[in-house]
């Protein structure tokens, strides 16, 4: 993403193109056409198209979208589907903290942005140096993500319903992957690393013990015991 | 309740977690713990969706196809491969290894 933002990673867009709307745009391109993984593994995991396309256009945030199905793929209850994928969520509520004290929006506007305040729209506004800058990233971001992203979703959902046999398009591996893709990024510095490990160990070991979605719920569980410890001055 | 209503409400909280963040005390979101919170429940909540998509069998652990996935998929952003790229490289690597016999 850092090489996008700084060069000019689409040549043949018109010059009139800022380097804000130029990033949005490519992290769009990008995001969006990872929408038809998230739409075939959707119906994958036992969604049909409709629900997998009411989680992009209405709950639109990837992570939590992901773990929605992840824990319904794997046998998981509606109500461990809705833990996991709130919890998930939590950082997004960081980061309309942040666009709002950086973009400084009107009152009237919040309803609307908080929809679109995801990680790559806050990435990208995050990464320009002047106020109009951000607000056109925030923008061209945010938009571009969601329309792209839910497109993409439909087509991934309708190419699933005819694939057959998941297992044999080795889509399950997909699942993996993506998980492993969304975490790689974060895995910076020895406390996250820890803590990855401490929750797949976790994981790990209760999948046999605990109904299926159970398990995610005690990794987050603990790792929120690991905030309190660190919190408090201790070193787990 | 049926999925659709679980998936309904995780939509409405997803929603107003996103709105908390406007409305709610910057002071309050934006101490160091809550931060530290938010990004330690993101790591430790993906790291598990990982381990359980790639072992996970119902309430049982299975291993088979894809923890090739998860190598290919390692190997990929080791590589610096593109989203799209890694998780098509975690199908493959799932759908050889079926078609090679193994479970």
């Known amino acids: 993403m850092s ?23 490519s992290i769009a391109v990008a995001v969006g056409l990872y929408g038809i993984s998230f739409g075939a593994l959707a119906v994958t995991a036992g969604l049909d198209v409709w629900q997998a396309c009411a989680l992009s256009a209405l709950m639109f945030t990837g992570g939590s979208q992901f773990a929605f199905i992840g824990v ?6 509606g109500a461990a589907a809705w833990a996991a994928a709130t919890l998930l969520g939590v950082r997004n509520g960081i980061y309309g903290m942040q666009i709002k004290a950086l973009l400084r929006p009107p009152a009237r506007l919040i309803p609307v942005m908080a929809q679109f305040t995801i990680d790559e729209s ?21 938009l571009g993500v969601y329309l792209l992203w839910n497109l993409f979703t439909l087509v991934g959902a309708l190419a699933g319903d005819a694939l057959g046999d998941p297992r044999q398009w080795g889509l399950d591996g997909a699942a993996v992957a993506a998980f492993l893709g969304l975490l790689w990024p974060r895995l910076r510095g020895r406390d996250p690393i820890a803590i990855a490990v401490v929750a797949a160990v976790v994981t790990a070991l209760t999948l046999p013990l605990v109904p299926p979605g159970i398990p995610v719920l005690i990794a987050a569980a603990v790792t929120a015991a690991w905030w309190a410890i660190r919190r408090s001055g201790g070193t787990p | 309740m049926t999925l659709w209503n679980w998936l309904l409400l995780a939509v409405a909280a997803a929603y107003l977690i996103k709105l908390a963040g406007y409305l709610l005390p910057r002071a309050w979101l934006e101490s160091p713990p809550i931060t530290d919170l938010a990004a330690a429940l993101t790591v430790g909540l993906l790291a598990s969706l990982t381990v359980m998509n790639t072992l996970g069998n119902g309430q049982s652990v299975g291993f088979d196809s894809r923890l090739l996935a998860l190598a290919a998929g390692a190997v990929a952003l080791k590589l610096k491969a593109p989203y799209l790229v890694v998780v098509i490289a975690g199908a493959a690597a799932a759908a050889l290894g079926r078609l090679a016999g193994l479970p």
């Open chain 1, 3 to 25: 090489a996008e933002a700084d060069g000019r990673p689409w040549p043949w867009l018109p010059d009139g193109f800022t380097p804000a709307v130029r990033m949005g745009l």
């Open chain 1, 72 to 77: 319904i793929g794997g046998g998981g209850t």
């Open chain 1, 122 to 142: 806050t990435a990208t506004a995050t990464a320009q140096d002047d106020h109009d800058e951000r607000v056109r990233g925030f923008w061209t971001a945010g």
